[in-house]
């Protein structure tokens, strides 16, 4: 597969440079630790590329959920069902979330009894360190359901003394907001608890269309949704080079949204609930983990119940060296579902791994920069499927201190999960077994992409073929693979900078992308082009003003399987959104945020296939929300 620059996308991506740019602030994020290989490194030292947003930034947005967080950056597109805690899906560089691995302090999130991957609309923001988004096949060294990317978070420890703050947020819509941490630390002991409650009861998850006009969201229904999260982290230094760490989350949410009519209400309960425990040793150049982790997910949707476990076992060693330094590890794990709405079936699913992977830095003959490379294998073990290695390669040329030029090249498998194995719809849309069960193939990913970066910018060609691509039959409402390769290619171009003399952070991001089936189907709910602007003004003593900005372009709400007949467009929109900070003393702080400035009423899915009487998932209301945080 050849990688090219193509005169179109550099000339937007030279147009865009020119305009100031908002996500990640002006800090150095190179010197930024990350885990893009499973064990800590520098994000210098990672030849792919990686966003990192951290604690800071999404204090500073009053970032509340995980899917409001990456939808501020372009190329991450989110699309919801339409409002707090409705089916939300996670895109990135056109990969959909169920392609995506997110994974919390090492434990997979992921729900194999569900059509998105991770329950994304139930997480919630809390006590968040960083969030490390690795795209493409080269994040394939976590597993074979990273084929398209991983999303890694890890949340905040204890630090020494005892600290805690308490944070309280109003705002329209009946939202409420409450939070809590409370943590305590010395040389040997470290334990940090925080809760997060968020609630709405007056937002609209559809809207109706009468005779081809959209009516007033808040004029069809008020609809409810509470989550209450808890999270825990305990450490215990045995010793100078020993630690012990323990983790645990729960999840409990319950909502109720608009159906098909006013008269109709949907309703659904869910639960989650992981513990984990990781064991550290550290002698002379060596680490060691050992990590074990189970979690479980219940969910209830208008009677329909569906309930996942996953449990993972896994060890990492890595060794440093002059050059750089090697990382060795195997992990298991094993997910099963009792019973996937009414089907009744219990099933379950395994998959062993072994990898290999090495980071160095060199330098070429008479190269005053030097060169860094990452190679990694893995080989995966299934119950159900071909044991399968992936390869990655990935070289990093330091062409001053600052500039690089940087090619990856990767390939990864994916195996269908639970829910795409077993499950099918009948015509009344109840959930029943599959008559072709097996009939599945694994899809298979090849990704490629190069990168020219200077500071805190970056413009990189990417190439995805996936073999075997999973896909939605509409018509026989079953799972299927389409036929031959489906490509997702595209640019992607990033900029952050500081301006001291005007007291300023902007950044800017734009991604354009096209994928197709091999038949030229576009693939549904891509958008063709995305993109974020935006600024961070410093210059007001104690204060902080935050104005962002999102673009999505031609985004097509479904493909029919049958004749590549679409559904219209739900793209092309800007939203803004706008942010203020005030740190009264050292222990309060007040903010305020507001979100679609502009309120548009966009559609981010329609619910029927004729305009006129359809319905559509529409994106929140302009909506003020303000708060206040006090920490000791």
């Known amino acids: 597969m050849n990688l090219y620059f193509s005169r179109t996308a550099l000339s ?36 792919g590329n990686i966003t990192v947003i951290t604690s800071e930034q999404l204090t500073e947005k009053a ?30 560089r056109g990969h959909d979330s169920k392609r995506l691995l997110l994974v919390v302090d090492g434990m997979r999130f992921n729900d194999p009894s569900g059509t998105s991957g991770a329950q994304w609309q139930h997480l919630l923001v809390s006590d968040i360190e960083r969030i490390e988004i690795l795209p493409g096949a080269q994040a394939g060294i976590w597993g074979a359901d990273a084929a398209a990317g991983v999303i890694n978070v890890i949340t905040k420890k204890a630090e020494q003394g005892t600290h805690g703050s308490i944070a309280y947020t109003l705002g329209d819509l009946g939202q409420k907001q ?24 007056e937002f609209s998850s559809i809207t109706p269309i009468v005779n081809g006009v959209k009516q007033n969201p808040l004029d069809y229904e008020k609809d409810g949704y509470r989550n209450d999260t808890l999270n825990a982290k305990l450490g215990w230094n045995i010793a100078h080079n020993q630690r012990l760490e323990i983790s645990a989350f729960k999840a409990d949410a319950r909502g109720n949204y608009d159906g098909s009519a006013p008269s109709n209400t949907n309703y659904l309960t869910y639960q989650q609930q992981t513990l984990g425990a990781t064991y550290r040793f550290a002698l002379a150049d060596w680490q060691l983990a050992l990590n074990a982790q189970n979690g479980s997910i219940d969910r209830d949707f208008n009677g329909s119940l569906f309930n996942a476990k996953t ?71 299934f119950n159900d499927y071909k044991s399968y290695i992936g390869k990655r390669l990935g070289i990093k040329q330091m062409l001053t201190k600052d500039a690089y030029f940087a090619i990856n090249m990767a390939d990864s498998r994916r195996m269908p999960n ?33 990168s020219l970066g200077w500071k805190g910018y970056s413009l990189s060609r990417f190439e995805d073929k996936v073999t075997d691509l999973i896909d939605y039959d509409r018509t026989n409402r079953n799972y299927f693979n389409r036929s031959g390769e489906s490509q997702l290619n595209g640019w992607e171009w990033k900029a952050s900078e500081s301006l001291p003399s005007i007291s300023s952070e902007v950044s800017a991001s734009y991604t354009v992308l096209d994928a197709k089936t091999q038949t030229g189907i576009p693939l549904a709910r891509r958008p063709e082009t995305s993109g974020s602007l935006g600024w961070t003004y410093l210059g007001l003593s104690k204060t902080v003003l935050n104005l962002q900005s999102q673009f999505v ?13 679409v559904n219209p467009d739900t793209g092309n929109y800007w939203l803004w959104h706008a942010n203020v900070s005030y740190q009264l003393n050292k222990e309060v702080r007040l903010f305020a945020k507001a979100i679609n400035l502009s309120d548009e009423r966009i559609a981010q899915a329609y619910g029927k296939t004729t305009l006129s009487t359809a319905t559509y998932y529409a994106y929140s209301p302009r909506t003020f929300l303000a708060g206040v945080e006090y920490k000791f």
């Open 63 to 92: 970032i509340q959920t995980l899917p409001e967080a990456l939808d501020k950056i372009a190329g991450i597109p989110v699309y919801s069902n339409g409002g707090l805690g409705t089916s939300t899906s996670v895109f990135l």
């Open 311 to 381: 449990n993972q076992q896994g060890i990492t060693a890595n060794r440093k060296d002059d050059l750089g330094g090697w990382t060795l590890g195997a992990d298991s794990s094993e997910q099963s579902s009792d019973t996937m709405s009414n089907a009744g079936i219990g099933k379950n699913q395994r998959q062993q791994g072994v990898f290999v992977a090495r980071t160095q830095s060199f330098h070429l003959p008479n190269a005053q920069q030097p060169s860094i490379v990452n190679l990694s294998l893995r080989n995966d073990d």
């Open 12 to 47: 937007i991506a030279v147009a865009t440079a020119f305009v100031t740019p908002v996500w990640a602030n002006a800090t150095n994020l190179d010197q930024v630790i990350v885990s893009a290989t499973r064990v800590e490194q520098a994000k210098s030292d990672y030849t």
């Open 178 to 201: 409450t939070q809590g941490t409370i943590g305590y630390a010395n040389k040997r002991f470290d334990a940090r608890i925080g809760y997060t409650g968020l609630s709405s009861d």
């Open 553 to 565: 372009g031609t985004r097509l709400d479904y493909t029919s399987s049958s004749a590549g007949k």
């Open 418 to 450: 639970l829910f795409e194995r077993f499950i099918q719809y009948d015509a009344a849309f109840k959930a029943r077994v599959r008559s072709d069960v097996g009939a599945l193939r694994p899809e298979t990913v090849e990704s490629k992409e190069i």
